[in-house]
């Protein structure tokens, strides 16, 4: 199985400010054949399912902000939040979907306003 | 968007059996590939089930195959998940899941399942 590693496991970041989440795969997600990475972010909200936020890696999904953007290639990724609001508060995870439909998530980032 | 609604959540005992249920919205539910993803109270994600939009394919975690049983009845919108022989660690919120593009893009709400004596 390929394992998602996130850091931090919490943060707290003051409105307005820039929120950076990470996330390292054990195995490379950049399929060469199309040159895509299939890694995606959600955010979870308390009581809340998994939205979708962002897939291949930087694609933004349709009603997302542009405040969330993603990026990185091959085992290194990056969440950012810019300008962050208080209703980004949430639990935010990485997901590989290379080994789909066996897909895996890192362990989750907690997002907290300072 | 397709709406998912989970059922069947409840509590159990160890060894039990429960099927979950999983209705959507749309008829072209046949399209999709379908998913249960699951969640220990306080822990992360974990991917269950899968199975193709025709249902002729499924896969499984490690951690459930030979005691869960994906299956969908494209005639009623539904999937289901059989689950035999519990174990308190199945005890999470379970969630269906659309795929689309290889990847969950719509959630229900879940379902808790609780097994415990």
């Known amino acids: 199985d390929i394992v998602m590693t996130q850091s931090p496991d919490s943060l707290a970041v003051s409105l307005g400010e820039r929120a950076t989440i990470n996330c390292k795969s054990t195995?490379?997600?950049?399929?060469?054949?199309?040159?895509?990475?299939?890694l995606a972010w959600y955010r979870q909200k308390p009581g809340q399912p998994p939205k979708l936020l962002i897939s291949?890696?930087?694609i933004r999904e349709s009603g997302v902000p542009d405040r969330f953007s993603g990026s990185g290639s091959g085992t290194d990724f990056t969440l950012t939040i810019n300008n962050l609001q208080a209703e980004d508060v949430a639990v935010y995870y990485c997901?590989?979907?290379?080994?789909?439909?066996?897909?895996?998530f890192g362990q989750g980032t907690r997002l907290e306003i300072k | 968007e397709v709406q998912l609604v989970e059922s069947g959540g409840v509590l159990v005992q160890p060894g039990g059996s429960l099927r979950l249920s999983c209705a959507a919205s749309?008829?072209?539910?046949?399209?999709?590939?379908m998913s249960w993803v699951r969640q220990a109270p306080g822990k992360g994600l974990e991917w269950v089930s899968s199975?193709?939009?025709?249902?002729?394919?499924?896969y499984y975690a490690d951690s459930v195959k030979g005691r869960f049983i994906i299956s969908r009845d494209n005639s009623r919108n539904t999937l289901f998940l059989q689950m035999n022989n519990l174990r308190a660690e199945d005890t999470a919120v379970y969630y269906c899941?659309?795929?689309?593009?290889?990847?969950?893009?719509?959630w229900g709400k879940g379902t808790t399942v609780t097994v415990s004596s």
């Open positions: 899941a659309k795929f689309s593009s290889f990847l969950p893009d719509v």
């Open positions: 749309e008829s072209i539910f046949s399209s999709y590939s």
């Open positions: 199975i193709t939009g025709s249902g002729v394919s499924t």
């Open positions: 195995l490379s997600v950049l399929y060469s054949s199309n040159n895509k990475n299939y």
């Open positions: 291949w890696a930087s």
């Open positions: 997901q590989q979907y290379y080994t789909t439909p066996r897909i895996t």
